[in-house]
């Protein structure tokens, strides 16, 4: 069991930035890729950055360039540093943690954290 605590949403004008962080405990935290995640109202769920153990990162086409994903390992956090943000961009943000053992798949979530792009 892994559980997630994000922070650092809230509000911020076109072309602001943020960054959010996810704190992890109960398990072993270099073992999960962390992924965000963000859903905007009446969308579905996406996935916007992923990033491995070992730090090997992807990204949503739309985020790139503007989104930095990073981890540090010795304090279980991941972090979603977001510049040039965009009204589109708003959603709610969620943290989280997956790893395939054994051919079963774990999936673990945050909570969410708003953010919104807004003049």
């Known amino acids: 069991q892994v559980h997630l605590v994000e922070s650092g949403g809230g509000l911020v004008q076109p072309g602001g930035s943020l960054t959010l962080s996810c704190t992890a405990s109960?398990?072993?935290?270099?073992?999960?890729?962390m992924r965000w995640y963000r859903q905007a109202p009446g969308k579905q769920r996406d996935l916007v950055a992923s990033?491995?153990?070992?730090?090997?990162?992807n990204y949503q086409d739309s985020v790139k360039g503007r989104f930095t994903i990073s981890r540090d390992n010795t304090k279980n956090t991941v972090h979603l540093s977001m510049n040039s943000l965009r009204p589109e961009d708003t959603a709610v943000y969620y943290c989280?943690?997956?790893?395939?053992?054994?051919?079963?798949?774990?999936?673990?979530w945050g909570q969410g954290t708003q953010v919104s792009v807004t003049s």
């Open positions: 989280n943690a997956y790893r395939v053992r054994y051919m079963e798949e774990f999936n673990f």
């Open positions: 109960g398990d072993i935290f270099n073992l999960y890729d």
């Open positions: 990033i491995s153990g070992g730090g090997l990162t």
